[in-house]
């Protein structure tokens, strides 16, 4: 419940603290990228906690797809992903 008392600025916070953490070892391909991307906002927000279950895995795959088929938001969540990335030949 404590995650439904933090602000926006918060959430932004502790997304960047994880993401700079957790995207460098996912590498560069944008479906991990942004399944990591829904898997981070959605623990941050309280919806899936501890170990994911088969409806939670299903659900972040359905965001993740929708968010890949939708070129504006993947570009925008690609080039905001990059900033957390080592540097180096993107794929």
């Known amino acids: ?10 959430k932004q916070k502790k997304f960047n603290a994880l993401a700079q953490v957790v995207l ?6 944008p479906a991990r990228l942004i399944l990591t991307q829904v898997m981070i906002v959605l623990a ?3 919806v899936v906690s501890g170990q994911p279950s088969v409806g939670d895995r299903d659900m972040v795959k359905m ?12 570009q925008k969540s690609l080039e905001m992903l990059q900033a957390f990335l080592p540097e180096g030949p993107s794929t």
């Open 63 to 74: 965001i993740r797809d929708a968010a890949l088929l939708d070129d504006e938001q993947r």
């Open 24 to 29: 460098p070892y996912v590498g560069t391909d």
């Open 1 to 10: 419940m404590a995650n439904l008392a933090l602000s926006s600025f918060e």
């Open 44 to 46: 941050i927000e309280g």
